[in-house]
């Protein structure tokens, strides 16, 4: 994907150089550019990438209606309304997806634990970005010329290009990595429930911080509503970015969220059991979230089923089944 992007931004460089009867490949190609950013934002930065969404084709829209609709509309001759849905719409899209893209790089910035690709987003946000969203408005609106629009973007691909091969975990190895093996243990089938759920923070080690971790979270203090990291880290006494390394490099998550929602389902789907009688409603509550919705999408995303199809599932479990299970 990245190569892909380096292709566009290649694209505004050799643009002036082009022969004409060319010209329409380095268009397209340029048009793209915008719509590869999204998509590598998706790739990199977003917890879980949704391409099938409202901007996922607005992305695909912003390139592919220009490049289809130009051969089909002269510069004299073409309709208005045709040359909004054929170009003008799709310039409009550009700036979305584009800002879409920062929307993701700075969302989840504070919560991101992994601090590669912390460093990346700052890479992103301030060269690669930047150097689009200039290159973009330059040439819908003619602000630049060809060659200064060539120099900006083909620099900022370079840039992160290089960035990308010399860091060992850079943002190349961010668009590969894999989930670790306790985040794949964390979606188990239903007949295994609370077992494969992430079991370290409850088991007692040596180090000072991880033992503190352990003892903070036994006392339930992963059920305080709208928790950060900030708040943990003020909690524990430690600072920030060792309580990120902790949870990252010991525990495997790689989005401090995911580690607060794993102990909150953990936690729901012992009760769920436990407590046949309590609301569904009454427990997504003490367990930390403010709505039934969000805690119905995490308990869905971790445990592959709803809160309700797992309690009935589930009710033939004896509480020294669940009990054993949860250890």
């Not at 950013?37 to 390139?63: D, E, H, T």
């Not at 003892?215 to 006494?237: C, D, N, P």
């Not at 436990?274 to 367990?287: G, K």
């Amino acid at each position: 994907m990245f190569l892909l992007l380096l292709c566009a931004a290649t694209a505004y460089l050799v643009a002036p150089v082009v022969p004409q009867e060319w010209r329409w490949v380095v268009a397209d190609l340029q048009t793209a550019a915008p719509g590869l950013i999204w998509v590598l934002c998706q790739l990199i930065f977003a917890p879980k990438p949704k391409f099938r969404s409202i901007w996922g084709l607005m992305a695909l829209y912003s390139f592919l209606a220009p490049a289809l609709a130009k051969p089909f509309l002269p510069d004299s001759d073409a309709s208005p309304v045709a040359v909004f849905f054929g170009l003008k719409l799709g310039q409009w899209f550009e700036y979305v997806v584009v800002l879409h893209g920062l929307y993701y790089v700075i969302r989840y910035w504070r919560e991101d634990l992994v601090e590669s690709r912390r460093k990346a987003r700052l890479v992103f946000l301030v060269i690669v970005c930047g150097a689009v969203g200039i290159a973009t408005i330059s040439l819908n609106f003619g602000l630049l010329n060809d060659y200064s629009r060539g120099i900006i973007v083909s620099l900022a691909a370079m840039i992160s290009l290089i960035c990308m091969v010399s860091g060992r975990e850079g943002i190349l190895a961010l668009t590969q990595e894999k989930p670790s093996t306790e985040l794949e243990a964390a979606t188990p089938a239903t007949e295994t429930f609370i077992e494969d759920l992430p079991q370290q923070a409850f088991e007692p080690v040596n180090d000072q911080d991880l033992e503190a971790l352990n003892a903070l979270m036994q006392r339930g203090f992963f059920t305080t509503e709208k928790l950060t990291l900030k708040q943990l880290a003020i909690a524990l006494e430690i600072p920030e970015y060792r309580v990120r390394k902790l949870i990252n490099q010991t525990l495997g998550y790689r989005n401090f969220n995911d580690y607060i929602n794993h102990l909150r389902i953990k936690e729901a789907a012992r009760r769920l059991v436990l407590e046949s009688e309590t609301p569904i409603l009454n427990i997504s509550l003490d367990v930390g979230y403010r709505t039934l919705s969000s805690f119905n999408r995490a308990f869905r995303d971790i445990m592959e089923t709803t809160p309700t199809k797992f309690r009935e599932q589930n009710m033939a479990k004896t509480p020294e089944q669940i009990l054993q299970n949860t250890d």
